[in-house]
């Protein structure tokens, strides 16, 4: 059966649309067409269909929270494995979605030397990186549950969340499960850019930040 798409609502965006009525086939279609290209970004949940495509302020705060993940595993003696903006579906739960940056950190070692990985026999990101810039119809939230990503962090209007996944659903938290008890959501002081100090600067000057406070853990 041929299916036609259509917007059901006009976009809220230039880079923002939202289609209804989506059938998975459609859906897995679309991700081939677009295999190839870093945009649209698309979130499918049940029939819902949305595409973006990222802002550079979207992609810019993307970029630095990944590498203050990096940065903070090294200096803890962490092996990760960073699998960015790779495509994470569940054909039974209906859902599909891009995490704007995700790693594997307790689960590294299970998937360190596959190319491919697929959620049916391996275990989905252990951190999920999500900038919230803009509204979206559908709740990403609602997604990660689908797809079991057990802890998603949140860049929004200056603040990180961190939210992990319990059977209730995901929960605010002052600590991280990949990081422990270190202050995580102190990472916001390093986000932002500044006019006197370039990126790498900022990724120095938070490399020292970490490894004052693990001598004070």
Known sequence: MTQTLSAATPPVSSSHIVLYGISWEMYEQLLQVFAEQPTPRMIYYKGTLELMTPLPEHERYSWTLGRLVVVLSEELGLEIMGVKSTTWRSKPKA?????????????????????????????????AIEIDQSHSSIDKMNVYIELKVPEVWRWQNGKLTVNILTDAGYVDSETSLAFGSFPVKEFARFMQPEAQKGENARMREFREWVRSQLQNI
Do not use: H, M, S, W
Not at 97 to 125: G, H, M, S
């Open 95 to 127: 859902v599909g979605k891009e995490a704007d940056e995700c790693f594997y950190i307790q689960n590294e070692a299970l998937v360190r030397e596959k190319l491919k990985i697929d959620l049916t026999v391996d275990p989905p990101p252990d951190l």
